[in-house]
């Protein structure tokens, strides 16, 4: 398959240029995922240490070993539900589903895809619609809502940028869209993917050493090299499933198998979109790339992917 030309458009639209809560959501998503992996990362930890503890009570001498692991799982379990309670995983998620949301219709009014092609009467009245109907629904899950007045909702949420993007020809919406939206994806899912399956081998490596350990902790005794009463055996089984755990909450492999077809899928798109979609189809084209980008395309993939 040969690679279609890299448009290069005389304009270049940058974050700033896409609507407010785009920037809010997409900071507050940011912020809940750093705060759903540190919990979980800690939560982890704490657990690990505390067994720790429990494997080192028959060879230490005294009571100290016994009241620091009852008191490491007394934190693992205050831990526990204080992550429960902070719901950081959901906000996380309706706050991302509320950014990509915000991104792909500014996106599809600028180049007049989907929805808001070049015959619809109202574009900025459909946009408002589409908009606020969609995050009513993300409301309910746990999106949080930093709007005040009613300038801000719907219409408002349309930059002057985006109406003069709108404006401009269709080649050059074209060669904008196809830059900065398809080409600028395809290299983060390419990036992304290149990431979670090197943090996938890692992970795997380390967790099958922490397995390879706890068998010979285990085979040891049997061989009359005793290790001083302590359950090495059992701290180090715990380690990896410690490891196998994080691997679980981080989905590396599966991020892999997702982001890998999301890449194929969007160079594939691309060079159609460049070479043979015509503007009377290009409304189309641009609903369908968009939804290759979804949150809840990637998650179906990651399914399949697990």
């Known amino acids: 398959m040969g690679a279609a030309a890299t448009p290069v458009p005389s304009t270049v639209l940058h974050d700033e240029d896409l609507p407010p809560l785009f920037r809010f959501s997409d900071e507050a998503a940011l912020h809940h995922q750093s705060d759903a992996f540190r919990g979980t990362r800690t939560h982890l930890t704490v657990l690990i240490l505390a067994t720790a503890a429990a494997a080192l009570t028959q060879a230490a001498s005294g009571r100290a070993m016994t009241v620091c692991?009852?008191?490491?799982?007394?934190?693992?379990?205050?831990?526990?539900?204080?992550?429960?309670?902070?719901?950081?995983?959901?906000?996380?998620?309706?706050?991302?589903?509320?950014?990509?949301?915000?991104?792909?219709?500014?996106?599809?009014?600028?180049?007049?895809?989907?929805?808001?092609?070049?015959?619809?009467?109202?574009?900025?009245?459909?946009?408002?619609?589409?908009?606020e109907e969609r995050l009513r629904e993300l409301r309910k899950w746990g999106?949080?809502?930093?709007?005040?007045?009613?300038?801000?909702?719907?219409?408002?949420?349309?930059?002057?940028?985006?109406?003069?993007?709108?404006?401009?020809?269709?080649?050059?919406?074209?060669?904008?869209?196809?830059?900065?939206?398809?080409?600028e994806q395809l290299l983060w899912y390419r990036n992304k993917a290149s990431r979670a399956y090197r943090s996938a081998a890692r992970w795997s490596a380390v967790t099958a050493i922490l397995t390879l350990f706890a068998l010979v902790a285990a085979l040891l005794p049997s061989a009359g090299a005793g290790l001083g009463g302590a359950d090495v055996a059992g701290l180090l089984s715990a380690a990896a499933a410690a490891g196998v755990a994080w691997q679980e909450v981080r989905r590396h492999g599966p991020?892999?198998?997702?982001?890998?077809?999301?890449?194929?899928?969007?160079?594939?798109?691309?060079?159609?979109?460049?070479?043979?979609?015509?503007?009377?189809?290009?409304?189309?084209?641009v609903?369908?790339?968009?939804?290759?980008?979804?949150?809840?395309?990637?998650?179906?993939?990651?399914?399949?992917?697990?």
């Open 69 to 131: 692991a009852g008191a490491l799982y007394g934190a693992t379990i205050l831990l526990g539900l204080s992550t429960s309670r902070r719901r950081a995983r959901a906000r996380w998620q309706t706050h991302r589903a509320a950014a990509e949301l915000l991104k792909s219709l500014a996106w599809q009014y600028m180049v007049h895809g989907g929805p808001f092609h070049s015959g619809v009467p109202d574009p900025d009245g459909l946009f408002a619609e589409r908009l």
């Open 143 to 183: 999106w949080e809502d930093c709007r005040d007045g009613s300038g801000e909702r719907g219409k408002g949420q349309i930059t002057p940028r985006m109406r003069a993007v709108r404006a401009t020809p269709y080649t050059a919406r074209r060669d904008l869209y196809l830059r900065d939206r398809l080409l």
């Open 255 to 285: 991020l892999t198998y997702a982001h890998s077809l999301i890449e194929q899928d969007l160079e594939t798109t691309r060079i159609a979109m460049s070479t043979t979609v015509t503007q009377g189809g290009w409304a189309e084209a």
């Open 287 to 306: 609903e369908q790339a968009e939804r290759l980008m979804s949150p809840a395309h990637t998650e179906w993939l990651v399914r399949f992917g697990g």
